[in-house]
């Protein structure tokens, strides 16, 4: 029997982790890939010969890719070049106060306790020991595994681990849960961002989003040489196992037949038959026929972003690799963006100073690879910014940062706004996570690997179990194990959903 052959649209994290299992398992793989080089969002933009990281920025849960190389028999230290950070983020407000998260919780624990004093020190540890309690309840039934109903996820737990299942706490806010540990308004907004890594709103993600606290906790790494070099890596991972990478070959179609995905159009009108169908994009942009779920509406949406790409030389602040910088009405950055659809006066602004941290190659006063964003509505294709409110935009996010003690000596750069991002990504209008994770069933509401047309299965960030590097990759694993079932002869087939060991 012929090997199947398999087609894989997008080289984003969940295509190329699911291209290297499914080559590595005998399949004929075909990535067809718009762009002129793999990652998706995780891309380089060149600024004046500066290539920076102009999308993810934060690499945490290496066991996922540690196992993605172990079942292709390599070593993923062989190929990626990773640096503990020993500082997760350094933090500062427009008020006053700067805060640095360290990998080391006692650490922490001290500089918050000198920070806000010793009950915040006291909350921060219960905090991380409730964190810690979240994620070992939901990584294995949930994270690694293939998407489940809220009856599913609750017998996969058991009926004994119930009540750790109640612990996760789905049904409150992550704001709310945090005003259990924190009266510091400065901490609730610093551990309140965890949500915007899910694209969300603290006032209205689940309290189980605290286990992504645990997630840093247990390791953030820098990678030598930009993070763009993870998405080389799996790639070279899959080619070595006989995948085959295309780029500047937009796909137009899914091709049907006899009611089944079978291959795909590219824009230039050429078709690759295939007897599978990996879509590594965003669910929205499928046509309504081919979607398991309805398209993400406007109101939905996740967040976008501005961002600024930048080549610059900075003064006045000591930074890190992952800065962040607050102005105090966090409440109105969030009610603006997903109530009103517009972006707050003094939006919070990430800065990832990406020659700094540990194994930093940064010369005092050269200039040095910036990446600077701020939280936008995804609207990109219904109310793209005009370039003057782009230039108001970088004038109050470049005044935060001077009220902080930064100075950025702006000249040049590449900005993307929500219109960009969609133009990058269609069928999102700029949203950068898929669906926003509102409400207590939130986590459910994305679609699965698989759906109503046979033959055609889903990775990537819009999908279960969401966005961001490693929960992308999983997803592109998890749809990889989901096709081959499938297509295994009947007496061979497992029967259950996929479940991959947590690390």
């Known amino acids: 029997m012929p090997a199947d052959k398999v087609v894989v649209v997008g080289a984003g994290m969940g295509g190329l982790a699911a291209a290297a299992d499914l080559a590595r ?19 380089h933009v060149d600024v004046g010969g500066a290539a920076v990281d102009g999308g993810p920025t934060v690499f945490t849960m290496r066991w996922i890719f540690e196992g993605l190389f172990a079942d292709a028999g390599e070593r993923m230290q062989d190929h990626l070049d990773l640096i503990p950070a020993t500082v997760l983020a350094r933090h500062a407000w427009r008020d006053g106060g700067r ?40 990584a294995g039934p949930f994270i690694a595994a293939e998407r489940p109903s809220a009856m599913d996820l609750t017998r996969r737990i058991g009926v004994l681990n119930l009540p750790a299942l109640w612990q996760t706490a789905p049904m409150h806010t992550l704001w709310s849960a945090l005003g259990e540990h924190f009266r510091d308004p400065r901490l609730r907004q610093l551990f309140g961002r965890y949500a915007t890594y899910v694209g969300a709103s603290p006032w209205l993600a689940p309290a189980t989003l605290m286990l992504i606290a645990h997630v840093e906790q247990d390791g953030v790494w820098l990678v030598r040489g930009g993070i763009h070099n993870v998405a080389r ?121 990406q020659d700094r941290g540990a194994g930093s190659v940064h010369v005092d006063g050269e200039p040095e690879r910036l990446l600077a964003l701020i939280n936008a509505p995804a609207d990109g294709d219904v109310a793209p910014l005009a370039p003057a409110a782009v230039d108001d935009l970088a004038r ?46 939130g986590s459910f509401a994305r679609a699965g690997a698989t759906g109503k047309i046979p033959g055609l299965y889903l990775a990537g960030g819009s999908v279960h179990p969401g966005p961001g590097i490693p929960m992308a990759a999983m997803s592109g694993r998890i749809a990889a194990a989901r096709l081959l079932q499938d297509r295994a002869p009947a007496s061979a087939r497992k029967r259950g959903p996929v479940m991959f060991r947590p690390g």
């Open 233 to 353: 890596a799996i790639m070279g991972l899959a080619e070595r196992r006989g995948a085959q990478f295309r780029f500047g070959a937009a796909v137009k179609h899914i091709l049907m037949e006899r009611g089944r995905a079978a291959g795909v159009e590219l824009e230039s009108g050429e078709r690759i038959a295939a007897d599978a169908v990996v879509f590594n994009g965003d669910i929205s942009a499928l046509p309504d026929p081919q979607r398991p779920v309805p398209a993400t509406e406007r109101m939905a949406r996740s967040l976008s972003a501005v961002t600024w790409c930048l080549h610059a030389r900075t003064s006045g602040f000591a930074l890190d690799h992952h800065n962040v910088f607050f102005a105090e009405d966090y409440a109105a950055e969030f009610d603006s963006i997903f109530r009103k659809r517009s972006i707050t006066q003094t939006p919070t602004v990430y800065l990832c100073a």
């Open 99 to 138: 805060l640095d998260l360290f990998a080391s919780i006692d650490q922490s624990a001290d500089a918050i306790a000198a920070f806000a004093g010793p009950e915040a020190a006291r909350g921060y540890r219960a905090f991380c020991q409730r964190s810690a309690a979240i994620y070992r309840t939901l």
């Open 396 to 441: 109050r996010t470049f005044g935060l940062l001077e009220r902080c003690g930064l100075q950025v000596e702006r000249s040049g750069g590449v900005a993307t706004t929500p219109s960009g991002f969609h133009a990058l990504f269609p069928g999102t209008g700029g949203a950068l996570y898929g669906r926003a994770n509102h409400g207590m069933m």
């Open 25 to 43: 398992r005998g399949a004929q793989v075909v990535v067809c890939e718009r762009a002129a080089a793999p990652g998706g969002k995780m891309r």
